[in-house]
């Protein structure tokens, strides 16, 4: 792992009498794992994990699969019966004999090889693998023991029916399979996956296979020790991916690889910063992670973090209200992204909320607090996709990144239910419920980008109601816009990503819950269409005549098993990508 900047984890002088000091209750001699608070300071510094050092590049030399340790081939399987439903089908699979697998090109010539052992292995798996036709399924590893040489195994790789257009998501699912099966074979130094004549290059988004195998190898080892550090993929070194057609541009494909890690590696940002415990990530912490995005993107960002003096000047009221209960100082990130070129005709705002940790405030959470580090699942989108917006380098395309970056905590400066706060556009806000606080901090980001910066259009990422999470489960994120135009862009950029959304109502008549008796509006409505209510809070805070998408992220953003999954920033690379013209 590796401290802010991308840089090996060697700690400063500073980081090690932060370590030092902070182990004061420890045995003594022993040395922190990982950089966190003293009993009188916060932390200022987060490591990041670094993307596996693997090599990805497509190749035509045919020897290389000779090479390998691990072989994948991928496979097609019969065409699919276009007359015959699924019960037919399974009904046939039943009453029938297994048929024979025809194989081709490399896959063909293995076999032959090999006496015969990959068919054997077809049929005996063809319930589960269909001879390739079930699309993304693997039958299991065969491994080739020969006198005076290393084992090799040789994976077959469903490829789905023979004739049949690429799923959506079936590249990126390969990269998945690819990455897994790597890291599950043990002691292997190269990988070769093998793709056969028929396959079409020419429509493969070649970038979502290094996404997902990169992505997928992510593991968090910043706060493990001893045995339970786990490595994945520690002998890897290479993947060639090899066409057995050859194809068209084999330059242009590697350079479609390098896309994919850059977008990997925000992914790995995003999640790292979702992952990393309250008393390691807060405002000051945040906001260093943005200085360095900047100091690593070639000149291509630049980092402006405003402070409370600064906020209370331009009447912050809202985002500062939220922030005077943390330990803290608020920390309002803006990142600016400028093409190499210098021009840009499209001025574009990516807003992000930044809660380091909710505690609910002074209406506090009864249940699940301890995975309100998540709360900053909308900023880490947002500074993930600057990362890699940085190293992708999109033309004509100005974008400015935006985290109002704070904690809600419970001190006796916290704001309370009924205090009335004034927002940076004038607007008043009773507090009703103070664990309704992102919005809140979103408000003074919304109107700094539109009237401070002048974005053209606006989206905003924020992990902000369960509402959500109830309507749409834990995979899909809610859109609410009234601009057709940019829910078009942003439905075809979640179908390219797959993170995966849904437009959603606005509905007006439920602006009556946010009704005051004595402010302009309340900042919460009843416990009915919370979701909608909340992205109608958020509307009084933007032009009515730009283009602008709430975006709420709560349910995708977390998984139960793994943690953290990096949610977001694929589709705000994408949507930012489109807006401009790549390099």
Same mark, same amino acid.
């Given at each position: 792992?590796?401290?802010?900047?991308?840089?090996?984890?060697?700690?400063?002088?500073?980081?090690?009498?932060?370590?030092?000091?902070?182990?004061?209750?420890?045995?003594?001699?022993?040395?922190?794992?990982?950089?966190?608070?003293?009993?009188?300071?916060?932390?200022?510094?987060?490591?990041?994990?670094?993307?596996?050092?693997?090599?990805?590049?497509?190749?035509?030399?045919?020897?290389? $699969?000779?090479?390998?340790?691990?072989?994948?081939?991928?496979?097609?399987?019969?065409?699919?019966?276009?007359?015959?439903?699924?019960?037919?089908?399974?009904?046939?699979?039943?009453?029938?004999?297994?048929?024979?697998?025809?194989?081709?090109?490399?896959?063909?010539?293995?076999?032959?090889?090999?006496?015969?052992?990959?068919?054997?292995?077809?049929?005996?798996?063809?319930?589960?693998?269909?001879?390739?036709?079930?699309?993304?399924?693997?039958?299991?590893?065969?491994?080739?023991?020969?006198?005076?040489?290393?084992?090799?195994?040789?994976?077959?790789?469903?490829?789905?029916?023979?004739?049949?257009?690429?799923?959506?998501?079936?590249?990126?699912k390969m990269g998945k399979t690819l990455a897994s099966k790597c890291d599950a074979e043990k002691k292997i130094k190269s990988c070769s996956l093998v793709l056969p004549a028929s396959f079409p290059t020419a429509d493969a988004p070649l970038a979502d296979l290094s996404t997902e195998f990169y992505s997928t190898l992510y593991s968090d080892n910043r706060y493990r020790t001893g045995d339970k550090v786990t490595k994945k993929v520690e002998d890897l070194e290479s993947v060639s991916v090899i066409f057995e057609d050859?194809?068209?541009?084999? *330059?242009?494909?590697?350079?479609?690889?390098?896309?994919?890690?850059?977008?990997?590696?925000?992914?790995?940002?995003?999640?790292?910063?979702?992952?990393?415990?309250?008393?390691?990530?807060?405002?000051?912490?945040?906001?260093?992670?943005?200085?360095?995005?900047?100091?690593?993107?070639?000149?291509?960002?630049?980092?402006?973090?405003?402070?409370?003096?600064?906020?209370?000047?331009?009447?912050?009221?809202?985002?500062?209200?939220?922030?005077?209960?943390?330990?803290?100082?608020?920390?309002?990130?803006?990142?600016?992204?400028?093409?190499?070129?210098?021009?840009?005709?499209?001025?574009?705002?990516?807003?992000?909320?930044?809660?380091?940790?909710?505690?609910?405030?002074?209406?506090?959470?009864?249940?699940?607090?301890?995975?309100?580090?998540?709360?900053?699942?909308? *900023?880490?989108a947002v500074l993930g996709a600057a990362k890699a917006v940085g190293d992708l380098a999109p033309e004509d395309v100005e974008v400015h990144f935006i985290v109002a970056a704070c904690e809600n905590m419970i001190n006796e400066r916290a704001y309370v239910p009924s205090d009335i706060l004034t927002a940076s556009n004038g607007k008043t806000i009773e507090i009703v419920n103070t664990d309704a606080e992102g919005r809140l901090t979103l408000a003074d980001a919304l109107v700094y980008a539109d009237k401070e910066v002048?974005?053209?259009?606006? $989206?905003?990422?924020?992990?902000?109601?369960?509402?959500?999470?109830?309507?749409?489960?834990?995979?899909?994120?809610?859109?609410?816009?009234?601009?057709?135009?940019?829910?078009?862009?942003?439905?075809?950029?979640?179908?390219?990503?797959?993170?995966?959304?849904?437009?959603?109502?606005?509905?007006?008549?439920?602006?009556?819950?946010?009704?005051?008796?004595?402010?302009?509006?309340?900042?919460?409505?009843?416990?009915?269409?919370?979701?909608?209510?909340?992205?109608?809070?958020?509307?009084?805070?933007?032009?009515?005549?730009?283009?602008?998408?709430?975006?709420?992220?709560?349910?995708?953003?977390?998984?139960?098993?793994?943690?953290?999954?990096?949610?977001?920033?694929?589709?705000?690379?994408?949507?930012?990508?489109?807006?401009?013209?790549?390099?």
């Open positions: 792992s590796f401290v802010a900047g991308m840089k090996p984890s060697k700690p400063s002088s500073m980081s090690r009498s932060r370590r030092t000091s902070s182990l004061a209750m420890s045995a003594e001699g022993v040395e922190s794992p990982f950089t966190t608070w003293t009993f009188d300071s916060p932390c200022t510094e987060m490591e990041f994990n670094r993307i596996v050092t693997v090599s990805m590049e497509v190749t035509e030399d045919m020897s290389s $699969i000779d090479d390998a340790d691990l072989v994948v081939l991928g496979i097609y399987g019969p065409p699919k019966d276009e007359d015959e439903d699924e019960d037919e089908e399974k009904e046939s699979e039943e009453d029938s004999e297994v048929p024979e697998p025809t194989l081709t090109g490399k896959a063909k010539e293995m076999d032959e090889a090999l006496g015969g052992a990959l068919t054997e292995a077809m049929v005996e798996n063809y319930k589960a693998f269909k001879h390739g036709g079930k699309a993304g399924g693997t039958a299991p590893t065969l491994r080739i023991v020969s006198s005076g040489s290393k084992t090799k195994r040789v994976l077959l790789f469903g490829l789905g029916p023979a004739g049949e257009d690429l799923e959506d998501g079936f590249v990126a050859g194809i068209e541009d084999s *330059s242009a494909a590697n350079a479609a690889f390098e896309v994919g890690k850059s977008l990997a590696s925000g992914i790995s940002l995003s999640k790292d910063i979702v992952n990393a415990p309250h008393n390691v990530l807060n405002s000051e912490t945040l906001a260093n992670v943005a200085r360095q995005i900047a100091e690593e993107s070639g000149g291509t960002i630049s980092c402006k973090v405003l402070g409370k003096e600064e906020c209370e000047a331009r009447g912050m009221g809202a985002y500062l209200g939220v922030a005077r209960g943390s330990e803290t100082e608020p920390q309002f990130i803006h990142l600016t992204y400028t093409p190499k070129s210098g021009t840009a005709s499209k001025k574009l705002g990516v807003v992000g909320k930044g809660l380091l940790f909710d505690t609910g405030g002074y209406n506090i959470k009864t249940q699940m607090m301890e995975l309100m580090k998540f709360d900053c699942g909308g *900023s880490a002048g974005c053209e259009s606006i $989206i905003e990422l924020s992990t902000l109601t369960g509402a959500c999470m109830i309507s749409l489960g834990k995979k899909v994120c809610g859109v609410w816009t009234s601009d057709d135009d940019l829910a078009k862009e942003l439905e075809t950029a979640s179908k390219v990503t797959g993170d995966k959304s849904w437009r959603m109502p606005l509905e007006k008549e439920y602006n009556e819950q946010l009704k005051s008796k004595i402010a302009d509006i309340t900042n919460c409505g009843t416990r009915y269409g919370g979701a909608i209510t909340a992205a109608l809070f958020l509307q009084n805070f933007v032009s009515s005549k730009k283009p602008f998408a709430h975006i709420d992220i709560a349910g995708p953003v977390w998984d139960d098993k793994t943690g953290a999954t990096g949610f977001g920033t694929k589709l705000v690379t994408e949507w930012v990508s489109k807006q401009g013209k790549s390099e």
